[in-house]
C-alpha cells in the first residue's frame, strides 16, 4: 500500500512565514469536502455528456454514464477554458494565475533544466519556468508561488493527491504533491504520462525496459490483471477512508493518467467499441474514456455510501483540449473534437475548451448549464472561497475569480473579463491549425488569434461561429485593432517570454506592432 507522509516540517514553516500567520476561526465553520477529478487530454466531445444544445456523433461514440449522472445532479460549464497543454493548466490551476504571468508555457521535463520545445528552423526557443512550480523561492526556472493544497492543508483540511501531477522536474521541490501541501501522494511524480497503463507490466517498472515514465508507488498491483485506472481509484477511496472516519474535511486532487498516451485498450470496455466499427486505436482510445468515467461512478458511490456526498463540492476537469494528432489517434488528424477547431496544442478551441461539470449540493441548481466564459485560473480563487479561507494572502497575484456567485445563481455573469492564451513555443515538428507559436484573447463573444510566426491575425464571433470558420478580421479591423493592443500590452506588462528571430535575434512582432 502507498505511504502516507506528512508534510515537509521547514517547507510549512517558511511558507507560513511568506503567506501569513495561521487562520484563526471565532467559531466552528462548516467546509466542504472538495473533490477535483482531472482527466489529462480528454477533449469536449469525449463523452456522452452534449456540451453544444444538441447531440452530436461523437457524443453518440463514448459512454459515459457517470458524467451524464454528474451533469444530471450538477451544472455543465459549456465555455470553459484551459491552456493547450497540460503543465501550463495544472500550474494555473493551483496558483490562479495566467500562463502570461506564471511564465510556464509548455509542458515541463522530468528532467531538471531541460526545454521541451522542439527546435525551429526560423524561431529561436524562448526561455521560460522550464521546471515548472516551486514552493520554495530561489529555484531556476520556477514560479515561486504559494500553491492551493498548501492552503486548504492550513485551514484544517486532510491533502490527498492520487495519479499524474506534472506541477515540476524532478530535483525541484514542485516535483513532489508532499511539497506543495498534500499529505497524502500515491503516484505523482514529475512525468506526464504513464509508461504503461497495465498491471502486467508493473505500469512500466519492468527492467531492463524501465523508463522514468514508470508509474510509482503501485506495487501492490503488479503483475496483476488491474488497469491503471482502477488501481488508482482503489487506492484514492482508501485514502479517503481516514478523513471521513475522523469528520475532517478533505481535498481529494485525484488525477488521472488517462486519457493520453500510450494509447492503450482497457480490456474490459474493448469489444463495444470494436462492434461499433472503430479502428483498433480508436475503440482503444474509447476504453480510456469509458474506463475513466467508471472511476468516476465509484467515486460517486463512494461518497454516498459514506454518507458525505451532500457536503461534498465535486468539480470535473481536463487539463487541455483533446489529442487531435493522427497517429498516434486513429483516423483522419484535426478531426476528433468536431465541431471544434484542432485540438491539443493549438489555441484553436479544440485545444482549449475543456468539459467541465461542477456539483455542489445546496449551491449549484442539478441539471443546468451556465454558458458563461470561464478559465482554469478561477479555480484556486473558487475554492478557497468556497471553503471560507479569507485569509490566504498568497505570494502571486491571482488572475481568476471565484465562481462561487456564479455556481450559486446570484450573479448571472462576472462582468466583462479577459482571457489569455500564449503558446511562445513549437510543440509538433510541423505548425498544425493554432499549433506552435500563437497567442489568443477571448473578451466577450470575440476572440482574436495571433501567428507569432508570420504575424497573421484572425478575428472570431464565438457565439455565432464555435466552428472558427468564418475569419471576421478584414470586415473588422477595428476591433482587430483594439483586441491587438490588449493582448500586446498584457504580454508586455507580464513579461511574457517571446521568441527571437534566429537570423537576426530581434523578438517577433507584438500583436500591436503589425
Known sequence: MPTIRGLFPLLAAAMLLCSGAASTQSKPVLRPNIVIFLVDDMGWQDCSVPFLKERTPLNDRYRT???????????????????PVCTPSRVSMITGMNVTRHHVVNWTSPFRDRNTDNPDRQLQPVTWNQNGLSPVAGVPGT??????????????????????AHWGSSGTPGSSPLALGFQVNIAGQSTGHPQSYLGED?????????????????????????????????????????PIRNGQPFFLHLSHYAVHTPIMADR??????????????????????????KSL???????????????TLI????????????????????????????????VYEGGIRDPVLIRWPGVTKPGTAIDVPVHVDDLFPTLLDAARITDARPLQTVDGQSLVPLLAGRRRDLGERTFYWHYPVKWIDNDGP?????????????????????????LYNMRD???????????????????????????????????RIRETGAVVSYPDEN
Open 65 to 83: 454514464p457517470a458524467m451524464e449522472r454528474l451533469a444530471a445532479s450538477g451544472v455543465k460549464m459549456t465555455s470553459a477554458y484551459t491552456s
Open 143 to 164: 514560479i515561486h508561488a504559494t500553491p492551493l493544497p498548501w492552503l486548504l492543508n492550513r485551514a484544517g483540511y486532510y491533502t490527498i493527491h492520487v495519479g499524474k
Open 202 to 242: 508493473n505500469y512500466g517498472n519492468v527492467q531492463p525496459k524501465w523508463s522514468i515514465n514508470a508509474v510509482s508507488d503501485m506495487q501492490e498491483y503488479h503483475g496483476s490483471g488491474t488497469f491503471l485506472t482502477e488501481a488508482l481509484t482503489r487506492e484514492a477511496l482508501r485514502a479517503l477512508d481516514a
Open 268 to 293: 474490459r470496455y474493448l469489444q463495444r467499441y470494436l462492434d461499433q466499427g472503430l479502428d483498433s486505436t480508436e475503440a482503444a482510445y474509447a476504453t480510456l474514456v469509458e474506463g475513466m468515467d
Open 297 to 311: 461512478g465509484d467515486l460517486l458511490d463512494f461518497l454516498r455510501d459514506r454518507k458525505v456526498e451532500d457536503n
Open 315 to 346: 468539480i470535473f476537469l481536463s487539463d487541455n483540449g483533446g489529442l487531435s494528432l493522427a497517429p498516434p489517434r486513429g483516423g483522419k488528424p484535426f478531426t476528433h473534437n468536431l465541431p471544434l477547431r484542432a485540438g491539443k496544442g493549438s
Open 434 to 458: 493554432g499549433i506552435n507559436f500563437h497567442s489568443a484573447l477571448r473578451r466577450g463573444d470575440w476572440k482574436l488569434v495571433v501567428s507569432l510566426r508570420t504575424g497573421k491575425k484572425e
Open 465 to 499: 461561429d464555435i466552428r472558427e470558420e468564418k475569419d471576421l478580421s478584414a470586415a473588422r479591423p477595428e476591433l482587430v485593432r483594439e483586441l491587438s493592443t490588449l493582448l500586446g500590452r498584457r504580454l508586455r506588462e507580464m513579461g511574457s517570454p517571446m521568441p
